[in-house]
């Protein structure tokens, strides 16, 4: 598709066809763009404040400039508006239902991208959209998504890093993200995921694809280049770095240095990749319109035929709003409240004393919430219970924002994960597990480790997965049961006496019933 036709004069058989699609196609987009106005600005506002997303700005100009480049293609073709695309946007437009009742930025942006792309084809017909498939495609670049590679590119980081530093023969002690050299700790945080340069990198590498080779083997190469070199050229920059700070006493690539050295190590890696890459260019292919024409006549298209489609597809995308305002005018504004028991089961006392010195998991804005600790024999448990209600996109129960321990955190490091199953209310279920130390092991001489289990609850169902725990809640809100949901996480020293692992079992099995109870309470009073 990626043609430049002669500059041959449009027919005038065209003139009245778009005269009639284009109003109703500026129209419906007017119109996708101002219901879903808050999927719109909460784009523009993770663009605004995230380094990682700000090309997004720059991708509808590409766009836009993408198809003027198309315009004398597009003009020769067949205006069709096609009917049958009003079955993926009613499946997308409950796609973004879904997503935006679960809270979930990722899924309602992409649905309503994929609204703007699909009235395209609903108004001006599949031949008009295939003459600019690849600009309709680069709009999706403008959905801020990526970030959820971050924990696994993260996690490959490190694992190079180390594997380099043993063999250039500096000896290494590694937990977690966190390793240990002679010269002094390091970890690697979510800035050395290298998530911007492998996002940018695609974005770009994908538009020099597309305007630079005409085969469809070589596009598909030079992307798949894109995403590789990133990866490896994040890897060399942070061995680099930290051999940097290693020979040179912590003096340099320190602070803000190695982010500094970062982005020029990249930039230079990816001008040598284009550089690479425009020697197999290939010339763009001339056309001239008559060449890519139809043989057969135009048939006309009445005005009546695309206005009742473009009425047809606005009434659709008008569908889940109305769903949405109504589930919200049918749920109780009222507070949650969450009180500390005194006891749980019968053995399981309320202490005064905290664990660990207070310890307390990094949830963000919950609608009511407890930390406490309970004993039995000698032996404390923490629990914290996060309540959330009237989940919205600044408060809700699953979201990167929260984590047992963010990685900036001043007191703990999560070094280990793991899963465990447990017998609650009768059934097996699996609790996510984590190791905690202190950054400080002097000052935390005692108790310096944590063993964690989370688990949620969702309007009485246990999950320890984000994704169904994403489900269930859009499920429960979506049959009129709430969104009502909790983390119920449990936590102790690892070197306690009992068995940490059988302690925390223990615990649960004995006192989800009441954690139930509680919980239950919650959600009715309202």
């Not at 008559?290 to 995308?317: D, E, K, M, N, Y």
């Amino acid at each position: 598709m990626n043609s430049i036709a002669a500059n041959s004069p449009i027919p005038s058989t065209l003139t009245r066809p778009w005269r009639l699609a284009l109003p109703a196609l500026l129209l419906l987009l007017a119109w996708v763009l101002f219901l879903y106005r808050d999927t719109g600005i909460a784009m523009v506002t993770i663009w605004a404040r995230s380094e990682t997303f700000t090309h997004g700005f720059l991708v509808p100009p590409i766009v836009l400039w993408l198809i003027w480049r198309q315009r004398h293609a597009i003009a020769a073709q067949q205006i069709q508006p096609a009917l049958w695309i009003l079955l993926p946007v009613a499946c997308t437009a409950l796609v973004w239902l879904l997503g935006d009742l679960a809270a979930v930025n990722a899924v309602t942006q992409l649905a309503l991208v994929a609204l703007l792309v699909l009235s395209v084809p609903a108004v001006l017909g599949l031949a008009v959209t295939r003459q600019i498939i690849f600009p309709l495609g680069f709009l999706f670049f403008a959905v801020p998504i990526g970030e959820f590679v971050m924990p696994q590119l993260m996690a490959w980081t490190a694992d190079f890093t180390v594997f380099a530093l043993r063999l250039s023969g500096v000896p290494v002690y590694r937990e977690g993200l966190q390793f240990v050299i002679p010269s002094g700790n390091w970890s690697v945080v979510e800035a050395c995921s290298g998530v911007r340069y492998l996002i940018a990198s695609i974005t770009v590498g994908t538009l020099f694809a597309y305007l630079n080779y005409q085969s469809t083997k070589r596009r598909i190469l030079f992307v798949i280049v894109s995403i590789l070199v990133p990866i490896v050229a994040n890897w060399l920059r942070a061995y680099m770095i930290v051999m940097l700070g290693h020979f040179s006493g912590n003096k340099l690539a320190v602070g803000v240095d190695h982010l500094v050295y970062g982005w020029v190590f990249f930039g230079v890696v990816i001008m040598l990749m284009f550089i690479i890459g425009a020697r197999w260019s290939e010339p763009e292919k001339m056309t001239s319109v008559g060449a890519s024409g139809h043989t057969q006549p135009l048939q006309a298209v009445t005005a009546t035929r695309v206005w009742a489609i473009a009425a047809c597809f606005a009434a659709v995308l008008a569908l889940p709003q109305i769903a949405l305002w109504v589930m919200d005018q049918s749920e109780s504004a009222k507070p949650a409240s969450l009180v500390a028991p005194a006891a749980l089961a019968p053995e399981w006392q309320a202490v005064a004393s905290p664990v660990a010195g207070g310890f307390k998991p990094a949830f963000q804005n919950p609608s009511a919430e407890i930390n406490s600790t309970y004993a039995h024999e000698g032996r404390p448990v923490g629990l914290y219970l996060g309540y959330y209600r009237h989940q919205n996109y600044t408060r809700k129960l699953v979201s990167s924002n929260n984590s047992l321990v963010p990685s900036n955190d001043p007191q703990w490091a999560q070094v280990a994960s793991a899963s465990h199953e447990v017998a609650i209310d009768g059934k097996s279920v699996v609790v996510r597990s984590a190791e905690l130390r202190a950054t400080d092991l002097a000052a935390q001489a005692v108790n310096s480790r944590l063993i964690v289990w989370q688990i949620y609850w969702i309007n009485g169902t246990l999950t320890s997965s984000d994704h169904l725990a994403k489900a269930y809640s859009a499920f429960y809100r979506l049959t009129g049961r709430g969104d009502d949901s909790a983390v119920i996480i449990v936590y102790m020293p690892k070197d306690a006496p009992g068995g940490t692992d059988t302690v925390l079992a223990s615990f649960l099995t004995a006192n989800y019933p009441a954690i139930n109870r509680l919980l239950l309470k919650t959600r009715q009073d309202k």
